[in-house]
């Protein structure tokens, strides 16, 4: 079940008025006293921040790399992960690949459009790269129901383990009476 | 702490350091994995700055940025701080990643 829209945005989406062009932003990159170079893992987490931010998104990645990723993710104590995310950056502009798992039964066309419209916005306004393209991935659907069974579960289980170190705690043989 | 002509890199890149962190959109300053980006000299080292001084004077700074922060408009803040430590020198600034402000803190002088 894999459905991809792809979308090429040479002029970057609706740009507000009054705001700079993507290639003015861009050109910001590359000044007179010196160039300013961004990451891949910078674009990838401002990606992944404004693609989760959008209704209608589980997680990104499928199911199961959503799951992996939230565990690996935790270990790490990593707070945004970019499962789902690859980007590929250049010194002026970036193009973003990202799956993800749509919440059942949002419109798929209008999620997609927003998570796009999103990560271009956020990407171009934070990191001053021009986005050329986005291309999503939906990979899986989730059910209300499924959703709030995980998130239950993970709360149960974040809770259940701050209560074992509370009990660990108290029964620490430094605390005298 | 002007300039003084006779400056040598690693004290160069020290002010540099400093005033880069100052910058409240700048958590961290990256040496890289082995600390290879790096300045280095009279036993000690600047992580993160590299200053190259001569005919075409360079500066690198590579940093952790705060998230939320608009990069270029940080990158040019710092140049502006930065750039009396050396007139006339290219300041590059690199962007290695981005974190949570707030997540940062409470891990210092956590009491546990």
Redesign the interface.
Known sequence: MTDTTSTSTSSGGSGAAGESSPAQ?GA??Q?D???????D??VA??AA?AAREVDGVAQLGGSVSGALGSLFGRMRDE??QTTGVGVEVGERQAAVDLTMTAMYPASIPQVSDSVRQNVIDRVE????LEVVEVNIGVMDLQFPGDENDEEQEREERQERERERERQEYLQQPSRVE | MSSSPGASPVQLAGQVGERALALTGVLELDGGVLGEFSTYGNGQRVRGVLVRIGAAPR?TVRLI?A??????AL??QL?DRV?DVLPGA?????????R?QA?ERPSTGGPS
């Open positions: 932003r910001r990159l000044t006293r010196g160039v300013t170079t961004i990451d893992i910078v987490k401002v921040l707070g945004h306004s934070l990191t001053g | 500066v940025a998230l939320g922060e608009p990069l270029p990158a040019e140049r750039e290219r300041i590059d600034v690199a962007i290695t990643d981005v949570r997540a």
